[in-house]
Every structure is written in structure tokens, then in C-alpha cells.
T-cell receptor, first 113, second 114 residues
């Protein structure tokens, strides 16, 4: 069965600092990987996704993620965080057969002024 | 284009009652998936419907059921509510079963069971 681990439950960074959110997955074949963001009281918004090809993927809002098969990781990065990035971030894996996703537990990002 | 809408947005029910939640996908989208979000268990997949057929089902008891209509709108039903069913229920729509297409999530229905 597939699984996703986000080791950091909470992360606090200063505005303007760089950000890296960790995600490790367990899946037998080539996974479909996603990062979503959820603001308070809102649904989930897709930041980026990886299916195949270039292992560095660019997303919306200046985010990028790198797929590393050898480490079973798909970490999310942003070079300079803005106060509006404060939210909860979820990594997810799918098997490509349908839209069922397995989510990690989420990382809550706080941004200090 | 209107986004995914879910009704009602908030709901309070008593243990033992049943509840029906509704999800209207983005126009043209034929896949609707449902997720339960709780502080303890996180986001868990409930089921997915495509063209009125259930395609996938998560590991939830039979009290949780759903259906999809010919216009792609979907409902989920929870019978004999338990306190642990208190959660945010999210639905997501997609034009296809192909995971390469983006899933769009609605704002959710916040269910509180007392």
C-alpha cells in the first residue's frame, strides 16, 4: 500500500527566507506526486505535480519540487517566503489509476514578519 | 467557470442521525472524489465516482455511501452518525480518471456530530 510521510508538523520561517518542506513516499512503481496547499477554511489548491520526465518541477506561486527516486522524496521548495504563504501544505501520492490520493499528515507553515 | 460547490457548508447533527452532503463539480467534469479530513486521521479518501459508477472506495465502514447523478453532481450519505464522524468533508472534481488532470477541491462541508 502506498503511504506518504511529512516529517515536519510545524515549520516557522521568517519572511524572505527560503523554505523546504519534506515529503517521503512509499510506492512500488513510479508514483504520481502532488503538493497541495490549504488556507484556513478553504479547500485544497494544487501547487504542482510530478508524473515523469524532468525531476525538478515548477508550480504556482513560485514553488518548485524535486523528485528523488533514490531517496523516495519529493521535497517542496521556495526561495523567498511571503507572509501570504502561511498555510498548511500536503504532499500526496496517486497510482495513476483514477483520482484516489493518499495524503501525508501535512505541514503547517507559519511566517514571521 | 464556477468552481466546485458543496452544500451545506456547515452542519450539526446528533448521534444516530443520518446526513446527506452534496457536491456540484465544475461544469464538464465527470469524476467526483470525496475525502474526510480530521485532526487525528488527516485527509482520507472515501470514494470516487465517474459517470455514475463508483470507481474506487477507501477503507470506511458501510455507513458511508455515495452516488453520482447523470449531471455529475454527487451526494454522500452517512447513516447512524457517530461522534467520530465529525470532520471536514471535501469533494474534488476532475474531467477524467487520468491522474495527469488536476483535481479541483471544493471548500468542504464542516460536519459536527453532538
Amino acid at each position: 500500500a502506498q503511504s506518504v510521510t511529512q516529517p515536519d508538523i510545524h515549520i516557522t520561517v521568517s519572511e524572505g527566507a527560503s523554505l523546504e518542506l519534506r515529503c517521503n513516499y512509499s510506492y512500488g512503481a513510479t508514483p504520481y506526486l502532488f503538493w497541495y496547499v490549504q488556507s484556513p477554511g478553504q479547500g485544497l489548491q494544487l501547487l504542482l505535480k510530478y508524473f515523469s520526465g524532468d525531476t525538478l518541477v515548477q508550480g504556482i506561486k513560485g514553488f518548485e519540487a524535486e523528485f528523488k527516486r533514490s531517496q523516495s522524496s519529493f521535497n517542496l521548495r521556495k526561495p523567498s517566503v511571503h507572509w501570504s504563504d502561511a498555510a498548511e501544505y500536503f504532499c500526496a501520492v496517486g497510482d495513476g489509476a483514477g483520482n484516489m490520493l493518499t495524503f501525508g499528515g501535512g505541514t503547517r507553515l507559519m511566517v514571521k514578519p | 467557470k464556477a468552481g466546485v460547490t458543496q452544500t451545506p457548508r456547515y452542519l450539526i447533527k446528533t448521534r444516530g442521525q443520518q446526513v446527506t452532503l452534496s457536491c456540484s463539480p465544475i461544469s464538464g467534469h465527470r469524476s467526483v472524489s470525496w475525502y474526510q479530513q480530521t485532526p487525528g486521521q488527516g485527509l482520507q479518501f472515501l470514494f470516487e465516482y465517474f459517470s455514475e459508477t463508483q470507481r474506487n472506495k477507501g477503507n470506511f465502514p458501510g455507513r458511508f455511501s455515495g452516488r453520482q447523478f447523470s449531471n455529475s453532481r454527487s451526494e454522500m450519505n452517512v447513516s447512524t452518525l457517530e461522534l467520530g464522524d465529525s470532520a471536514l468533508y471535501l469533494c474534488a472534481s476532475s474531467p477524467s480518471l487520468d491522474s495527469s488532470y488536476e483535481q479541483y477541491f471544493g471548500p468542504g462541508t464542516r460536519l459536527t456530530v453532538t
